[in-house]
């Protein structure tokens, strides 16, 4: 396999120990005599690998006894609804920081479920900060406040987790596993697959026990958490091959130490990146210093008409998938688990080349 670098913001880089783990067990997966993909979702060896996925992610995160774990079908924008029809539980209103693209589009799938109350808004700083948590302005009859602790479009990262006397949910599609992380502080987490445990088809949820069991009357019954845990997400067919290749992951970090140690190299390799940033007036990031996502890196080009230049030259030196999001533009480097700090030396290297060539 030639050694080339995906910045792609997802579907992502998957660990290159995974993607030969899945080349070696296409065809035959443990005493199957078939593929992983072939086989029956409650045969023994696919309940076997499924047990031992969830108790990896749970002594990965360190998810505590009170708290269910779900692997869903739907991505992440299926949790938009699924949040409000669970955790309503009776009431009429709920809170949401709007923090980027992604919590906008869960504030306007939770409004067809009830009144909003938009907490903390940072559309107009085109999300590059966030209000200090002093100023929010949470509404005490909310059922619950959600929010994105990293926001994959703009780079925009939570360093805090906020506290409130409601359940607290989070959508960690695009940072889920690059930390440790306090579930006790969380009613819901939520994370599409496809950026840090896996590939697209499947969606993680870690639920606590007691906020389920109170659904909006007449929903889908997929819809209902407690269907979900009752089934051992297995009420209709899973993804099954999207779950063997997160159980691979979990083994991967498990390997490198797990999310302390994934902790420290991504806290490493995003200094590299923002360090080569800042040190240039070629490129730049408007992002508040403190805010800046550890997942996705965007920068931009002080003279913009070199974008494509950038772009071209990039994919010679094998890092591709850099091309910044339309709304933003630029470029957007995503350095999930599975970039090492190869790949962002690389890129660096590559963006002091292009400086001296360009000035
Ligand atoms: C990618 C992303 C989503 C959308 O995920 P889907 O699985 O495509 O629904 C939602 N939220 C965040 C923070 C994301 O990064």
Known sequence: ??????????????????????????????????????????????????????????????????????????GASTQFSMVPINLLRGKTKANYAHTGHWSKKAIAEGSRYCEINVCTDSSDNKYTDIDAFANWNIDPD??????????????????????????????????????????SKYGVIYAGAQKNIGIAGLTIVIVRE????????????????????????????????????????????????????????????????????????????????????????????ADESLNGLFLEKAAVNNLITLKGHRSVGGMRASIYNAMPQEGINELVNFMKVFEKENV
């Open 210 to 301: 007691d906020l389920m069991g109170n659904v909006i009357a007449n929903q889908p019954i997929l819809f209902d958490y407690t269907t979900q845990t009752n089934n051992d997400s297995m009420y209709n067919t899973p993804s099954t091959y999207s779950w063997y290749v997160a159980s691979r992951v979990f083994e991967w970090l498990k390997q490198q130490g797990g999310l302390s140690a994934m902790a420290k190299i991504n806290q490493t390799k995003a200094k590299t990146l923002y360090d080569a940033i800042d040190g240039s007036d070629f490129y730049s990031n408007p992002v508040t210093i403190r805010y800046r996502s550890r997942m996705n890196v965007p920068f931009l080009l």
């Open 142 to 183: 909310g059922a619950y406040l959600h929010y994105t602790p990293n926001e994959t479009i703009a780079g925009l990262e939570f360093d805090y987790v906020p506290e409130v006397d409601m359940p607290l949910v989070a959508d960690m599609s695009s940072s889920i596993l690059s930390r440790e992380i306090d579930v």
């Open 1 to 74: 396999m030639s050694q080339v670098y995906n910045f792609s913001a997802g579907p992502a880089m998957l660990p290159v120990q995974v993607l030969k783990q899945m080349k070696g067990e296409l065809l035959e997966y443990g005493s199957a005599r078939a593929s992983v993909m072939e086989i029956s979702h409650r045969g023994a060896d696919f309940m076997a690998m499924a047990q031992k996925s969830k108790q990896d992610l749970r002594d990965l995160i360190g998810i505590p006894d009170h708290y269910k774990v779900l692997f869903l079908q739907g």
